[in-house]
């Protein structure tokens, strides 16, 4: 069975950095995709970015401005999410999220964590 533990999240000022970690057991497969989505405000899941453990380029959502990276730890199952120039509307719980095939909509992935949540204060 797959687990994603989260962490990293916590309580940052307009325009600082934060880097979430995600770290996965249980994974059948290195070709798993993981990936970040994130709830914020009244909308659904969003997704943010995801990587192939294989070693594949990540592909982020557009929308987001370029302020995140998705990196994957060299040793074992781990993904960070690096956050820089954080706003307020970034506030919101993100999730970490796997998938033998990935896509870049939350029902793409079958495994999620419980999320970790992130306030940025003005």
């Known amino acids: 069975q797959v687990e994603l533990v989260e962490s990293g999240g916590g309580l940052v000022h307009t325009g600082d950095s934060l880097t979430l970690s995600c770290a996965a057991s249980?994974?059948?497969?290195?070709?798993?995709?993981m990936g970040w989505f994130r709830k914020v405000l009244e909308k659904e899941r969003e997704f943010v970015g995801a990587?192939?453990?294989?070693?594949?380029?990540?592909f982020y959502n557009g929308a987001l401005g370029g302020r995140f990276t998705v990196l994957k730890d060299d040793a074992g199952d781990i993904i960070r999410l690096h956050m820089r120039d954080l706003e307020p509307i970034d506030t919101g719980v993100y999730f970490c999220?796997?998938?033998?095939?990935?896509?870049?909509?939350?029902?793409?992935?079958?495994?999620w964590g419980r999320g970790t949540q992130v306030i940025v204060f003005s």
């Open positions: 249980g994974l059948p497969s290195k070709n798993y995709y």
């Open positions: 990587i192939n453990l294989s070693g594949l380029s990540p």
């Open positions: 999220a796997a998938d033998l095939l990935g896509g870049t909509i939350a029902r793409d992935f079958a495994s």
